[in-house]
């Protein structure tokens, strides 16, 4: 199965806020990011987290992490039309040089 | 703008054909991994070269290798290409072998018919 589980579609109006939730399995990850990804675009680094921290805000970003259950949210406040996009949820452990990815959550933010 | 370019953007191969991508990194970044997203999933990991050598490999055969050059420019070489091979190749550099920021180029489509 998947390391890292997201679900695929999210739809919200403009100006509400947007929670795009991730769970991932391996206990000994180091950091947790977020990745956006437009159309025909590589993934921009939207914001991460260091496994020992519990929150991190960054503008109209959000990230949470629960270490005990696994799981990573990142909300956006007041989301726009321009955070149109794919998100990523991804993890990095000590051992390996490399990002396990999620499958992606397609945010749709309608007018 | 990641300062990451990729080269071609779009690719066409025939079943059993060799291609090569290219990348160029950032100036200073040591670092170059290489990444294939299929349609519809997340990146998934090829390998990492450091300082012109493969640092860690994910679960890929042989017949995807790579190359890293001094001048911060890299190479993905896929040879006797299959039909499940068509991806987006994404190229990340960083600044060393730790993975808190990569900074992705916006990838090679390469569709194999």
């Known amino acids: 199965g998947e390391d890292v589980e997201q679900s695929l579609f999210l739809s919200v109006r403009e100006g509400d806020s947007s929670v795009i939730n991730c769970t991932y399995t391996?206990?000994?990850?180091?950091?947790l990011y977020w990745y956006k990804q437009e159309p025909g675009a590589g993934l921009q680094l939207l914001t991460y987290i260091f496994s020992n921290m519990d929150m991190k805000q960054d503008q109209r970003l959000t990230v949470l992490l629960n270490k005990k259950d696994k799981h990573l949210s990142l909300r956006i406040a007041d989301t726009q039309t321009g955070d149109s996009a794919i998100y990523f949820c991804a993890e990095s452990i000590s051992t390996l040089p490399a990002l396990t990815f999620g499958s992606g959550t397609r945010l749709q933010v309608q007018p | 703008e990641t300062g990451v370019t990729q080269s071609p953007t779009h690719l066409i191969k025939t079943r059993g054909q060799q291609v090569t991508l290219r990348c160029s990194s950032q100036?200073?970044?040591?670092?170059v991994s290489w990444y294939q997203q299929a349609l519809g999933q997340g990146p998934q990991f090829i390998f990492q070269?450091?300082?012109?050598?493969?640092?860690g490999r994910g679960n890929f055969p042989p017949r995807f290798s790579g190359l890293q050059f001094p001048n911060y420019s890299s190479e993905l070489n896929v040879n006797a290409l299959e039909l499940d091979d068509s991806a987006l190749y994404l190229c990340?550099?960083?600044?060393?072998?730790?993975?808190?920021?990569?900074?992705f180029g916006s990838g090679t489509q390469l569709s194999v018919l």
């Open positions: 391996d206990s000994s990850s180091t950091y």
């Open positions: 990340a550099s960083s600044l060393d072998r730790g993975n808190e920021k990569l900074f």
């Open positions: 070269y450091y300082r012109e050598e493969e640092n």
């Open positions: 100036s200073g970044h040591n670092t």
